[in-house]
């Protein structure tokens, strides 16, 4: 079983960016597909952006397109969100989830099945 930990949350004023990295164990990426879901006080859980096993396949929440982007290096067995000009609703934490299949990365979180800790994001204004 493939364990996840993300990195990198924070801090930031509104416009700035910050870069998450969610590092794997245990097992190789390489047969995963990758999201990365976000949750803020009092809401449910929502998508932001997801990638096939390969890299070859990309999506992002119509909330972040243009502003994030997700990205993974499979030799390092790390997955990355980058997320720049960051809003105060962005404030939330990251959770990096693993799904093992070879289709196109799901985009709900029942579709995954290893989830990492979480890591906080806070955007100022």
């Known amino acids: 079983q493939v364990q996840l930990v993300e990195s990198g949350g924070g801090l930031v004023q509104a416009g700035g960016s910050l870069r998450l990295s969610c590092a794997a164990s245990?097992?190789?990426?390489?047969?995963?597909?990758m999201g990365w879901f976000r949750q803020a006080p009092g809401k449910e859980r929502e998508f932001v952006a997801a990638i096939s096993c390969s890299g070859a396949i990309a999506y992002h929440a119509d909330s972040v397109k243009g502003r994030f982007t997700i990205s993974r290096d499979n030799a390092k067995n790390t997955v990355y969100l980058q997320m720049n000009s960051l809003k105060p609703e962005d404030t939330a934490v990251y959770y990096c989830?693993?799904?093992?299949?070879?289709?196109?990365?799901?985009?709900?979180?029942?579709?995954?099945?290893?989830w990492g800790q979480g890591t906080q994001v806070t955007v100022s204004s």
């Open positions: 245990g097992r190789t990426l390489s047969s995963y597909a």
């Open positions: 989830a693993a799904d093992w299949t070879y289709n196109a990365p799901g985009t709900r979180d029942s579709e995954y099945d290893v």
